[in-house]
């Protein structure tokens, strides 16, 4: 059965840091493009970030692009998405996907 | 970017019967390969995103056969027959075309 589990998420201080990871089981976690995607409360689907399964393409919303930074370790089976210079408007549960399956979240909060 | 957009449903919707809830892209989503890269997701309350179809009107592994995607480049359709309680919750339709991937901004649907 194909896992994805998120952790790393928080309540975080404007323009601080935080960096979220997604353990993966259940399949070849090296042969697959992962992404984050993100639901801010009460609003739809945002795709933030992909990076393909040996790392060579990585592409990033706009709206993140320069201040998050998607990485993945295939010998660990875990992606990274490290977030910097967070905004109020990053507050979101943000998810881990392949196309076809997704983890349950993880709750980032971006609040003074 | 490409612009996702669905229409509503005529909410709430009768136990038994169907529903049928609409989504337009703004590029034709119809690869030189031949297919369409469209996918729509259901989202129950709580939970996150389940893939019902892919490249339009294919059903994903277990998913029931009352769900039936269908469409052309620029306009697409899920329809589900009889629809039950276990239904209930957000329907997503998204390109996987190109990125950024895009999200349809949601439909509710509601049971009677």
């Known amino acids: 059965e194909v896992q994805l589990v998120e952790s790393g998420g928080g309540l975080v201080q404007p323009g601080r840091s935080l960096k979220l990871s997604c353990v993966a089981s259940g399949f070849t976690f090296s042969n697959y493009g992962m992404n984050w995607i993100r639901q801010a409360p009460g609003k739809g689907l945002e795709w933030v970030a992909y990076i393909s399964s040996g790392s060579s393409y990585i592409y990033y919303a706009e709206t993140v692009k320069g201040r998050f930074t998607i990485s993945r370790d295939n010998a660990k089976n875990t992606l990274y998405l490290q977030m910097t210079s967070l905004r109020s408007e990053d507050t979101a549960l943000y998810y881990c996907?392949?196309?076809?399956?997704w983890g349950q979240g993880v709750m980032v909060t971006v609040s003074s | 970017d490409i612009v996702m957009t669905q229409g509503a449903l005529p909410n709430p919707v009768p136990s038994g019967e169907s529903a049928s809830i609409t989504c337009q892209s703004s590029k034709s989503l119809l690869h030189s390969n031949g297919k369409t890269y469209l996918n729509w997701y259901l989202q129950r309350p709580g939970q996150s995103p389940q893939l019902l179809i892919y490249?339009?009107?294919t059903r994903a592994s277990g998913v029931s056969d009352r769900f039936s995607g269908s469409g052309s480049g620029t306009d697409f359709t899920l329809k589900i027959s009889s629809v039950e309680a276990e239904d209930v919750g957000v329907y997503y339709c998204?390109?996987?075309?190109?990125?950024?991937?895009?999200f349809g901004g949601g439909t509710k649907l509601e049971l009677k």
């Open positions: 996907a392949r196309q076809d399956n």
């Open positions: 490249w339009m009107s």
């Open positions: 998204q390109q996987f075309l190109e990125y950024p991937w895009t």
